[in-house]
């Protein structure tokens, strides 16, 4: 039976799940159309998501389209849960992108289809709502080319817009054929002879569409049923089924992690080719660690029935993995598709309640980032608190909420600050001898650090023989280079920058006369590991560092007479203005913010543009930070900076 896993991506308040819920209800699985204002939707199970209305995790139900199995996943649409989205992308066939007949294209539209159209993934576009006042059919569409740069393709017509009768009547028309022909020399030459056939046509569709090349827009409304049905047929005929060889070896990627009853580990996963038994021995994750899965679940009628193994194609939830975690590839890795968002740029303290232990604290959020490597923790064992990374303020709430409701924990937050990053300014070096003091270890370790280019990272190389010591006292000094550049000078991470060892010396295995080895006479790893971070923090130093900030690239698009009022604020909020196009009445601003100012820029913009302004922005780069005092992170390690503090709580051989 033909499989299709299929996405379906909006912004806030398109009517995604709404969607889902009327699809579900059209082909069957369920007898009555739950409501997200009730909390009664199939697919938003978390307590949270049904309070706030809004989907946060991605939820997986399936349904039957004739001979079609179709894996459908709700994704969330707030910017805040992008990461989310991203996981999801890397399994799916197919998308449907929702977008609103009253809103229109929103920025978190735009974000979306660019990632669909990097993807390659064959994507329809349901425009939703079209029983409100307000809706728009013509203007929307040319919005569609216009500010998401694609080639449309109108599956029909509407009538009544904007009334409960509304309604969408499927057919191609001449406009279709434009786009069509545009793609196709063959399909232009019969169109231009006027011999293009309806078979055709659709065969044309078909192809460009799974080509990304055109995508057909449907018009509808989740809420009375109408155009949902020419959906159905367009998900069926013209996206691509799931394909997979199920005759080659084990390859799978895991996408979503939850927690069963018992506390026990469920893995969703998309099986990319072989198969996956249950009691067969499979590796998993950047460990290549061996594990058995104990029960699958694959989904099938609105629901997930037990079986022995998981063909390629399909999606299926795995239990017994106790080590597993998102994005773990199982059996035979994927090549890998890269990290499609940026990275979150903001931080938060987590500060326990009452009643809330600080040790309990830690071992639930520790488990949440275990589930989900998108949860950056940063534990500072002094001041016994631990910081999580953030997209934005709304998640706050929802680890709030998840903490509460998984591990009955009360929380709060401290103010959210941007995840700065320090880069060399310019070279230094440094290196300590053994047995020459002050270097209380038995290791000879010297490096330089130089500036590299912006986005390169952290290259370690070498400028002494490979052969001069033991491999494993390298490997440790590199290791303990790349982890002490996790603090800086001001205590943030620190990049784009080359490590070279100048120096390098050790003692070998020693022993008395007639006694085993003497590590008191003898280096070890531990002793690299000791001194590396003196001599790094030494060389960083005289290199000197900058802190560099996190800015969003954003976009506004407000009434052109709101310009003058627009200027200031941002001003006041570090941005740098970029260009400026007027449209008519409008004006579109673009430029740069830092990322810890967008959620004022977010809550001022209404009022500053009589609630028709419209931002959108993401992370773009790091600017030096020239407002105000450098900011400065606590640190969390022995503090190398403080040489005699650092070796009391690191070395036993002071004063040796």
Same mark, same amino acid.
């Given at each position: 039976?033909?499989?299709?896993?299929?996405?379906?991506?909006?912004? $806030? /308040? #398109? %009517?995604? &799940?709404?969607?889902?819920?009327?699809? =579900?209800?059209?082909?069957?699985? +369920?007898?009555?159309?739950?409501? $997200? /204002? #009730? %909390?009664? &939707?199939?697919?938003?199970?978390?307590? =949270?998501?049904?309070?706030?209305? +809004?989907?946060?995790?991605?939820? $997986?139900?399936?349904?039957?389209?004739?001979?079609?199995?179709?894996? =459908?996943?709700?994704?969330?649409?707030?910017?805040?849960?992008?990461?989310?989205?991203?996981?999801?992308?890397?399994?799916?066939?197919?998308?449907?992108?929702?977008?609103?007949?009253?809103?229109?294209?929103?920025?978190?539209?735009?974000?979306?289809?660019?990632?669909?159209?990097?993807?390659?993934?064959?994507?329809?576009?349901?425009?939703?709502?079209?029983?409100?006042?307000?809706?728009?059919?013509?203007?929307?569409?040319?919005?569609?080319?216009?500010?998401?740069?694609?080639?449309?393709?109108?599956?029909?017509?509407?009538?009544?817009?904007?009334?409960?009768?509304?309604?969408?009547?499927?057919?191609?028309?001449?406009?279709?054929?434009?786009?069509?022909?545009?793609?196709?020399?063959?399909?232009?030459?019969?169109?231009?002879?006027?011999?293009?056939?309806?078979?055709?046509?659709?065969?044309?569709?078909?192809?460009?569409?799974?080509?990304?090349?055109?995508?057909?827009?449907?018009?509808?409304?989740?809420?009375?049923?109408?155009?949902?049905?020419?959906?159905?047929?367009?998900?069926?005929?013209?996206?691509?089924?799931?394909?997979?060889?199920?005759?080659?070896?084990?390859?799978?990627?895991?996408?979503?992690?939850?927690?069963?009853?018992?506390?026990?580990?469920?893995?969703?996963?998309?099986?990319?080719?072989?198969?996956?038994?249950?009691?067969?021995?499979?590796?998993?994750?950047?460990?290549?660690?061996?594990?058995?899965?104990?029960?699958?679940?694959?989904?099938?009628?609105?629901?997930?029935?037990?079986?022995?193994?998981?063909?390629?194609?399909?999606?299926?939830?795995?239990?017994?993995?106790?080590?597993?975690?998102?994005?773990?590839?199982?059996?035979?890795?994927?090549?890998?598709?890269?990290?499609?968002?940026?990275?979150?740029?903001?931080?938060?303290?987590?500060?326990?309640?009452?009643?809330?232990?600080?040790?309990?604290?830690?071992?639930?959020?520790?488990?949440?980032?275990?589930?989900?490597?998108?949860?950056?923790?940063?534990?500072?064992?002094?001041?016994?608190?631990?910081?999580?990374?953030?997209?934005?303020?709304?998640?706050?709430?929802?680890?709030?909420?998840?903490?509460?409701?998984?591990?009955?924990?009360?929380?709060?937050?401290?103010?959210?600050?941007?995840?700065?990053?320090?880069?060399?300014?310019?070279?230094?070096?440094?290196?300590?001898?053994?047995?020459?003091?002050?270097?209380?270890?038995?290791?000879?370790?010297?490096?330089?650090?130089?500036?590299?280019?912006?986005?390169?990272?952290?290259?370690?190389?070498?400028?002494?023989?490979?052969?001069?010591?033991?491999?494993?006292?390298?490997?440790?000094?590199?290791?303990?280079?790349?982890?002490?550049?996790?603090?800086?000078?001001?205590?943030?991470?620190?990049?784009?920058?080359?490590?070279?060892?100048?120096?390098?010396?050790?003692?070998?295995?020693?022993?008395?006369?007639?006694?085993?080895?003497?590590?008191?006479?003898?280096?070890?790893?531990?002793?690299?590991?000791?001194?590396?971070?003196?001599?790094?923090?030494?060389?960083?130093?005289?290199?000197?560092?900058?802190?560099?900030?996190?800015?969003?690239?954003?976009?506004?698009?407000?009434?052109?007479?709101?310009?003058?009022?627009?200027?200031?604020?941002?001003?006041?909020?570090?941005?740098?203005?970029?260009?400026?196009?007027?449209?008519?009445?409008?004006?579109?601003?673009?430029?740069?913010?830092?990322?810890?100012?967008?959620?004022?820029?977010?809550?001022?913009?209404?009022?500053?543009?009589?609630?028709?302004?419209?931002?959108?922005?993401?992370?773009?780069?790091?600017?030096?930070?020239?407002?105000?005092?450098?900011?400065?992170?606590?640190?969390?390690?022995?503090?190398?900076?403080?040489?005699?503090?650092?070796?009391?709580?690191?070395?036993?051989?002071?004063?040796?």
């Amino acid at each position: 039976m033909p499989l299709l896993n299929l996405g379906i991506l909006a912004h $806030v /308040d #398109a %009517g995604k &799940t709404s969607l889902t819920e009327r699809l =579900l209800h059209s082909v069957g699985v +369920i007898d009555e159309i739950g409501s $997200v /204002d #009730a %909390g009664t &939707t199939r697919t938003d199970t978390l307590a =949270l998501e049904r309070r706030r209305g +809004i989907t946060i995790k991605s939820a $997986v139900v399936s349904f039957p389209v004739d001979d079609v199995t179709v894996n =459908l996943i709700d994704t969330p649409g707030h910017p805040d849960f992008i990461a989310e989205v991203e996981r999801v992308l890397g399994v799916l066939d197919g998308a449907v992108l929702v977008v609103s007949a009253v809103e229109g294209v929103q920025a978190q539209t735009r974000v979306l289809m660019r990632t669909l159209r990097r993807l390659r993934i064959p994507t329809l576009i349901f425009v939703n709502k079209i029983d409100r006042r307000g809706a728009r059919e013509q203007d929307l569409l040319g919005a569609l080319t216009r500010r998401l740069g694609i080639a449309v393709a109108p599956m029909g017509r509407t009538t009544g817009l904007g009334t409960r009768e509304a309604a969408f009547t499927p057919g191609l028309g001449p406009s279709a054929l434009d786009v069509l022909a545009d793609h196709d020399d063959d399909l232009l030459t019969a169109y231009v002879e006027n011999t293009v056939s309806y078979d055709r046509l659709r065969t044309a569709l078909v192809e460009q569409t799974r080509q990304c090349l055109v995508h057909p827009v449907y018009f509808g409304s989740a809420v009375t049923g109408a155009g949902v049905d020419t959906l159905i047929s367009g998900i069926k005929e013209l996206l691509p089924a799931a394909d997979g060889d199920p005759g080659g070896p084990v390859s799978g990627t895991v996408f979503k992690v939850e927690r069963g009853p018992a506390g026990e580990k469920i893995a969703y996963a998309r099986m990319f080719s072989g198969a996956l038994g249950v009691r067969v021995p499979v590796v998993f994750g950047d460990a290549r660690q061996e594990g058995k899965v104990t029960a699958v679940s694959v989904f099938e009628h609105g629901t997930d029935v037990r079986r022995d193994t998981v063909p390629a194609g399909r999606i299926a939830k795995l239990w017994g993995l106790a080590d597993i975690r998102i994005g773990d590839a199982l059996g035979v890795p994927r090549k890998p598709d890269g990290h499609f968002f940026a990275p979150p740029t903001l931080e938060t303290v987590v500060v326990p309640g009452p009643g809330t232990a600080p040790g309990a604290l830690h071992v639930a959020l520790t488990q949440l980032a275990e589930q989900d490597p998108l949860i950056g923790l940063r534990h500072d064992e002094v001041r016994r608190e631990t910081s999580v990374s953030l997209y934005g303020e709304v998640q706050k709430e929802v680890v709030q909420a998840t903490l509460a409701d998984e591990f009955g924990l009360d929380v709060s937050f401290r103010a959210t600050t941007p995840l700065c990053i320090e880069r060399p300014v310019g070279t230094g070096a440094s290196a300590e001898f053994i047995k020459k003091d002050p270097n209380p270890f038995l290791a000879t370790v010297g490096l330089r650090v130089d500036p590299a280019p912006v986005g390169s990272g952290v290259e370690f190389r070498l400028e002494v023989e490979l052969g001069s010591m033991p491999y494993a006292f390298f490997k440790a000094v590199e290791d303990t280079v790349r982890e002490t550049l996790g603090q800086g000078l001001h205590g943030w991470r620190v990049t784009d920058c080359a490590v070279t060892m100048t120096h390098s010396g050790y003692w070998p295995r020693q022993s008395h006369a007639h006694q085993g080895f003497d590590k008191s006479m003898s280096s070890t790893g531990y002793d690299f590991r000791g001194l590396t971070p003196l001599v790094l923090i030494e060389a960083l130093r005289r290199a000197g560092t900058q802190v560099y900030e996190p800015m969003h690239r954003f976009r506004i698009e407000a009434p052109a007479d709101t310009l003058g009022a627009l200027l200031p604020v941002l001003a006041g909020l570090g941005a740098v203005p970029g260009a400026t196009e007027t449209r008519g009445t409008t004006c579109v601003l673009d430029g740069a913010v830092p990322a810890a100012r967008v959620h004022a820029l977010e809550q001022k913009l209404p009022g500053l543009t009589r609630g028709e302004g419209e931002l959108e922005s993401a992370f773009d780069h790091y600017a030096p930070v020239t407002r105000g005092t450098v900011p400065e992170r606590s640190r969390t390690d022995h503090n190398p900076l403080n040489r005699k503090e650092y070796l009391l709580n690191v070395t036993r051989r002071v004063g040796s």
